[in-house]
């Protein structure tokens, strides 16, 4: 016995369905310097290169842009202040950073003092990453970016 399409309607029934797709205004990405992605050393912040490539377990600091707001508040389009010592502005989404599709630990996600919608964003490269190219991704509340390549040895 069929239904009788008016009762559909009545009691919530039926088959429409809306599908909602947002699209962002800004998604993170890795900044770039004359070398390349703008990733340095953790330790003498100079810049990852062929010439000096990442390490696995090292210690790795990007610039990147597009991360959003910070705690505490900055409004939009001011720089972040200059650098105190437990005063930094902290990313206030979640913050993912993969090498070779590996979940790398973040350290930290901070406004850069003096920049502009600029941040640092320090992370370990995992154990077990293989030498070679590696694929460097980065997202922030879900949003990915474009990845980049940097190189591991």
Do not use: C, Q
């Not at 030498?131 to 922030?140: E, H, P, Q």
């Amino acid at each position: 016995m069929l239904e009788d399409p008016a009762n559909r309607r009545l009691n919530g029934g039926g088959s429409r369905r809306e599908i909602i797709h947002l699209i962002p205004m800004t998604w993170p990405e890795v900044m770039a310097v004359p070398t390349g992605p703008a990733v340095f050393h953790g330790d003498d912040f100079s810049p990852v290169t062929a010439e000096k490539p990442a390490r696995a377990s090292e210690l790795l600091m990007m610039s990147v842009s597009g991360l959003g707001p910070v705690k505490p508040n900055l409004d939009p389009g001011k720089p972040f202040p200059a650098w105190a010592a437990g005063k930094e502005h902290v990313v206030n989404s979640p913050v993912e950073v993969t090498v070779n599709g590996k979940a790398a630990a973040v350290v930290s996600a901070i406004g850069w003092p003096g920049m502009n919608n600029v941040y640092r964003v320090d992370f370990r490269v995992p154990e077990g990453t293989t030498a070679g190219t590696a694929t460097l991704g980065l997202s922030v509340a879900w949003i990915n970016g474009p990845e980049v390549k940097i190189p591991v040895r």
